[in-house]
């Protein structure tokens, strides 16, 4: 298995995102997935998270503004973000993992992207 994210870039606050995690090899049919960022100097959190019948979770500050899609027959996850603002400038990473999942952690999730960079001016 194999995790590519893209999508990041550069935009003015207010505007919108959308990353992709492809997911080369993910075939599970029960799997959870998520988004999580980092920023310089600051720990890893978690954005987002999805399991295979849809349960969302996400990071307080992202409510209501982020949504995480389910992996598609394609086996590409989506995050559209929407009115980004310059705190969420970070290095985005999507991570995943087959079967059931409790817990969606960054060290819960075995699979795991490189990372694609988002940059949020004001």
């Known amino acids: 298995v194999h995790l590519v994210e893209s999508g990041g870039g550069s935009v003015q606050a207010g505007g919108s995102l959308r990353l992709s995690c492809v997911a080369s090899g993910f075939t599970y049919s029960t799997y959870c997935m998520g988004w999580f960022r980092q920023a310089p100097g600051k720990e890893r959190e978690g954005v987002a998270s999805?399991?295979?019948?849809?349960?969302?979770r996400y990071g307080e500050s992202v409510k209501g503004r982020f949504t995480i899609s389910k992996v598609t027959a394609n086996h590409t996850g989506y995050l559209q973000m929407n009115n980004l603002k310059p705190e969420d400038a970070a290095m985005y990473y999507c991570?995943?993992?087959?079967?059931?999942?409790?817990?969606?952690?960054?060290?819960?999730?075995?699979?795991r992207g490189q990372g694609t960079q988002v940059i949020v001016s004001s």
């Open positions: 999805i399991d295979s019948v849809g349960r969302t």
């Open positions: 991570a995943a993992r087959g079967g059931v999942c409790y817990s969606p952690s960054w060290d819960a999730l075995n699979y």
